[in-house]
């Protein structure tokens, strides 16, 4: 029998989610456009419906975020998860609790639901949820346009680019974006450590507790590395002694990122022209 012990694999690095994606199909258009245009599009019909209070105008940005989604960008479980239980579930939740919360006052002429004891449930404190929770979820799901196809470098880029907000903001703040997927792996190599040498162990409230505060210091350690060597990085490489920098990736605004915008506006456009939801209480 061997005295060598078994050695343990290396713990992996997370994955960073600030890397470059793989190329994907030409029809996930929405990986080729311009993030501030995958921003603008959506934004005004996100600004309406915080002000609409009927149920078809959200159902029907709903539809139209979830069309653009399906057909924009890969397909995984994920996404899957996100759009048809997480983002319904929550609609629901949210509408539920907001029925409870409306002031039968108001409401009190519609249509008895239910009545226990004293209390009763009308249809229109049903509406008024339902309405609330429909709202809020077309509003995350016109955010997730965005959010689910696009990284975090592009988008500094863009803004620096397109907007022109200084490279000093925009790069300090990707630094500290970065430092997420590295303190994920710091923590990793931590926990591996502590395993390896029984510090810590046991079960139950106790010795988790002990477990998070022996993390601590070490992370912290690492954290200051970390933040030492990116400052010298940045100093070596003249950061901020000029009023801008030269690009070595560039986030250009096309042709096709001008002609989504106009067309989700165009189609918000004819959305809110055809259910009017002004004209609703």
Same mark, same amino acid.
């Not at 159902?59 to 983002?87: E, H, K, M, N, S």
């Not at 409230?205 to 690492?222: K, M, N, S």
């Given at each position: 029998?061997?005295?060598?012990?078994?050695?343990?694999?290396?713990?992996?690095?997370?994955?960073?989610?600030?890397?470059?994606?793989?190329?994907?199909?030409?029809?996930?258009?929405?990986? +080729? %456009?311009?993030?501030?245009?995958?921003?603008?599009?959506?934004?005004? $019909?996100?600004?309406?419906?915080?002000?609409?209070?009927?149920?078809?105008?959200?159902?029907?940005?709903?539809?139209?975020?979830? &069309?653009?989604?399906?057909?924009?960008? *890969?397909?995984?479980?994920?996404? $899957?998860? =996100?759009?048809?239980?997480?983002?319904?579930?929550?609609?629901?939740?949210? #509408?539920?609790?907001?029925? %409870?919360?409306?002031?039968?006052?108001? &409401?009190?002429?519609?249509?008895? &639901?239910?009545?226990?004891?004293?209390?009763?449930?009308y249809g229109g404190a049903l509406e008024v949820g339902f309405a609330t929770g429909l709202r809020l979820a077309a509003i995350v799901a016109l955010t997730l346009i965005a959010g689910l196809s696009t990284i975090?470098?592009?988008?500094?880029?863009?803004?620096?680019?397109?907007?022109?907000?200084?490279?000093?903001?925009?790069?300090?703040?990707? +630094?500290?974006?970065?430092?997420?997927?590295?303190?994920?792996?710091?923590?990793?190599?931590?926990?591996?450590?502590?395993?390896?040498?029984?510090?810590?162990g046991g079960r139950g409230p106790f010795a988790a507790t002990a477990r998070w505060f022996g993390y601590i210091v070490p992370l912290? +350690? #690492? +954290?200051?590395?970390?933040?030492?060597?990116?400052?010298?990085?940045?100093?070596?490489?003249?950061?901020? $002694?000029?009023? *801008?920098?030269?690009?070595?990736? %560039?986030?250009?605004?096309?042709?096709?990122?001008? &002609?989504? =915008?106009?067309?989700?506006?165009?189609?918000?456009?004819?959305?809110?022209?055809?259910?009017?939801?002004?004209?609703?209480?």
């Amino acid at each position: 029998m061997s005295d060598t012990a078994p050695l343990t694999a290396a713990p992996a690095a997370p994955a960073d989610p600030y890397a470059q994606r793989a190329a994907a199909s030409a029809l996930r258009f929405l990986y +080729a %456009l311009n993030p501030l245009a995958k921003l603008a599009a959506p934004l005004p $019909a996100m600004l309406v419906l915080v002000f609409v209070r009927d149920a078809a105008t959200p159902a029907a940005f709903l539809a139209l975020a979830y &069309v653009v989604l399906l057909v924009g960008v *890969d397909f995984t479980r994920r996404l $899957a998860a =996100v759009l048809f239980l997480a983002i319904p579930a929550s609609a629901v939740a949210i #509408g539920f609790g907001f029925s %409870l919360w409306t002031d039968a006052s108001r &409401v009190d002429q519609s249509v008895v &639901v239910w009545q226990i004891g004293g209390w009763t449930m009308y249809g229109g404190a049903l509406e008024v949820g339902f309405a609330t929770g429909l709202r809020l979820a077309a509003i995350v799901a016109l955010t997730l346009i965005a959010g689910l196809s696009t990284i975090g470098p592009d988008l500094v880029r863009a803004t620096v680019q397109q907007l022109r907000v200084p490279y000093r903001i925009g790069y300090t703040a990707l +630094a500290a974006f970065r430092f997420v997927p590295r303190f994920g792996h710091e923590l990793d190599v931590i926990r591996q450590a502590h395993r390896v040498r029984g510090a810590h162990g046991g079960r139950g409230p106790f010795a988790a507790t002990a477990r998070w505060f022996g993390y601590i210091v070490p992370l912290l +350690a #690492g +954290a200051i590395r970390h933040a030492e060597r990116v400052a010298l990085a940045m100093d070596a490489r003249a950061f901020g $002694a000029h009023p *801008d920098r030269t690009e070595r990736h %560039l986030v250009p605004w096309r042709a096709r990122d001008t &002609v989504f =915008v106009l067309a989700f506006w165009a189609v918000s456009a004819v959305l809110l022209i055809a259910l009017f939801p002004w004209g609703l209480a």
